[in-house]
């Protein structure tokens, strides 16, 4: 198997930007749960996912947790970045949705790249870009959609082979919704014959549209 690096994200870049990206980055492995990084916390270096997913979640005020985006393989994280290059304290948290490979660059090195190298600068504007129209998407189906619409099309979304391998609490998080609302909701339409619950599954066994 051809062992990871870092560069292949960077195929065109010049040599001695590709011999720093060695030099600099450490290969990390993070098992799925696995929260990284917490509000107020200092981000002492940047993430670059090689392999799976990890979520950013905000904290409200009323103490509702809500998805903001997700980061995936070829991607950095907005907030990280931000925090970063403006030196101020990372305002949410991550969970590895799945086990996560990936490399960590230290923040002082991130910072020097980003005025050093279009490539590195493009591929962090890149990603608040991608990140900040995917938040524009969430807050926009939070406003103008039913709780109960998000929720069926969020189960579709996530089922596989009609199962859907996630808690009350889990959903209920990513909606930003409390999870006794989930769980009625899920009741209902388990009532209605759409669903059938069970711990830490949900069977599809309806159209839910």
């Not at 993070?30 to 979520?55: I, S």
């Not at 590895?96 to 600068?121: L, M, N, Q």
């Not at 009625?184 to 069970?198: F, W």
């Amino acid at each position: 198997m051809q062992t990871l690096s870092i560069v292949n994200l960077f195929p065109f870049a010049d040599k001695e930007f590709q011999e720093e990206l060695v030099r600099f980055s450490t290969l990390v492995n993070l098992k799925e749960g696995t929260m990284v990084g917490y509000p107020g916390a200092r981000c002492d270096f940047t993430p670059v996912v090689v392999e799976g997913y990890l979520k950013v979640y905000a904290t409200l005020n009323n103490g509702k947790e809500i998805l903001l985006y997700k980061i995936g393989p070829g991607e950095t994280c907005m907030l990280t970045n931000l925090a970063i290059y403006k030196n101020r304290p990372y305002p949410a948290f991550a969970v590895c949705e799945t086990d996560v490979i990936g490399f960590t660059i230290p923040a002082s090195v991130a910072s020097v790249w980003f005025d050093k190298y279009t490539y590195w600068r493009n591929f962090v504007l890149d990603t608040i870009v991608k990140n900040a129209y995917e938040l524009f998407y969430i807050m926009n189906e939070i406003m103008s959609k039913p709780l109960e619409q998000r929720l069926r099309e969020y189960l579709m979304d996530n089922a596989y082979k009609e199962t859907v391998n996630l808690t009350h609490e889990d959903i209920a998080r990513d909606l930003g919704t409390a999870r006794e609302v989930v769980s009625r909701l899920l009741k209902d339409l388990e009532r209605q014959g759409l669903l059938e619950l069970k711990r830490g599954k949900i069977y599809i066994k309806g159209n839910l549209f």
